[in-house]
């Protein structure tokens, strides 16, 4: 019962960032992360992500929301350069609630990574999504 419970939540969660002002009517979703963390499910093994994002000539925005009810995700974006350093890095330590826009220049790379780590006492959600 408390699983379907916290997937409405998320699934509520998820239309509000839709139809919120970062999802604004002249942009487009182009890419996008997005994770639930059931502090009932937690595994060890999967308590830390690596994920891949690209962000091609026609993005111009980041989103990063999150929401947590006990625990914290540290979540870690980091915009990689042509030789495969970290051109820009962006931290956040999702305690509560999260919504944060990044406004991207023309000349921003097309390889992004986000980072993500949590702990056995976290319940929440995050997503990462690219606009363009």
């Not at 409405?8 to 963390?37: K, T």
């Not at 625990?71 to 980091?78: A, E, F, P, R, Y």
């Amino acid at each position: 019962m408390k699983r379907k419970l916290f997937a409405v939540w998320g699934l509520l969660l998820s239309l509000c960032v839709l139809f919120s002002g970062c999802g604004s009517d002249e942009h487009i979703l182009l890419a996008s992360i997005e994770r639930n963390i059931i502090k009932e499910e937690y595994d060890e093994n999967y308590a830390h992500y690596d994920d891949t994002l690209e962000a091609d000539k026609n993005a111009v925005k980041i989103c990063v929301t999150g929401n947590v009810t006990s625990g914290t995700i540290d979540l870690k974006l980091i915009e990689n350069g042509k030789d495969g350093s970290a051109a820009q890095t962006f931290e956040y330590h999702i305690t509560d609630t999260l919504n944060e826009t990044i406004e991207l220049d023309k000349k921003h790379s097309a390889n992004w990574t986000a980072v993500v780590d949590f702990n056995e006492n976290t319940e929440g959600h995050y997503a990462v999504e690219v606009f363009g």
